[in-house]
């Protein structure tokens, strides 16, 4: 048996230490997603991954979008 997992793709690395940036990625997520579901784009999100690719991700600071940084300036 492969293992794995079905997911709506759609999130934000930030820094969990600027609150400001969490909430402002709260934001921008409930945005992204009404606007996918108003648009009937929602299905394009859906991903899978397997067991072998999920114990790869690893998270870096380069991986936090541009415009949450602009917070921290």
């Given amino acids: 048996m492969r293992l794995g997992k079905v997911y709506v793709n759609c999130s934000y690395v930030v820094n969990l230490d600027n609150h400001e940036m969490v909430d402002d990625a709260k934001i921008c997520l409930y945005e992204d997603l009404m606007n ?17 690719e999920l114990s790869k991700n690893r998270l870096s600071e380069d991986d936090i979008p541009p415009f949450l940084l602009e917070q921290e300036e």
């Fill in 36 to 52: 996918a579901i108003k648009y009937d784009q929602l299905m394009k999100w859906i991903d899978i991954e397997s067991e072998d």
